[in-house]
Structures are given as structure tokens and as C-alpha cells.
């Protein structure tokens, strides 16, 4: 993972996500591999979907890491 793709995994681990999403499910997932494995690189796939979600949730994200989802 890049060190933006590892502040914006964990970041993600502290927004409100609506019960049993796709979205949340894939951000915890995500979180924990930035916390376990972030030297192992991410599918670029799942690197759109994090700054996607960045974007989607950057009202619940702290300023620096929202514009990392832009």
C-alpha cells in the first residue's frame, strides 16, 4: 500500500458506514490490511475504490485525508 492508501484505510475505520455495506465491509477490510500487511501492495482496483470512498465519506474525514479521495 502507498502511505496515502494507508492514511486513507485508516481513516475509514472510524466513519459511521450504514449497517451491512459493501462499503464498510471493504473499508475494514482494507484497514486491517494497512494495519497488518501495508507493506503488500493493493490491486489498483482497490486503491480507486479507497479514494472513491474517501470522497463518498470525506464529510465524517478529517480535511487531509478527504482531499486524498479527490
Same mark, same amino acid.
Given at each position: 500500500?502507498?502511505?496515502?492508501?494507508?492514511?486513507?484505510?485508516?481513516?475509514?475505520?472510524?466513519?459511521?458506514?450504514? &449497517?451491512? %455495506?459493501?462499503?464498510? /465491509?471493504?473499508? /475494514?477490510?482494507?484497514?486491517?490490511?494497512?494495519?497488518?500487511? !501495508?507493506?503488500?501492495?493493493?490491486?489498483?482496483? !482497490?486503491?480507486?475504490?479507497? /479514494?472513491?470512498? !474517501?470522497?463518498?465519506?470525506?464529510?465524517?474525514?478529517?480535511?487531509? &485525508?478527504?482531499?486524498?479521495? %479527490?
Amino acid at each position: 500500500m502507498t502511505p496515502d492508501e494507508i492514511r486513507i484505510a485508516q481513516a475509514l475505520h472510524a466513519v459511521r458506514f450504514p &449497517v451491512g %455495506s459493501d462499503d464498510k /465491509r471493504f473499508a /475494514r477490510m482494507m484497514s486491517a490490511h494497512a494495519h497488518n500487511r !501495508a507493506h503488500e501492495p493493493i490491486t489498483p482496483e !482497490a486503491g480507486r475504490r479507497l /479514494r472513491t470512498l !474517501a470522497w463518498r465519506y470525506r464529510d465524517q474525514l478529517a480535511d487531509a &485525508v478527504a482531499v486524498l479521495g %479527490s
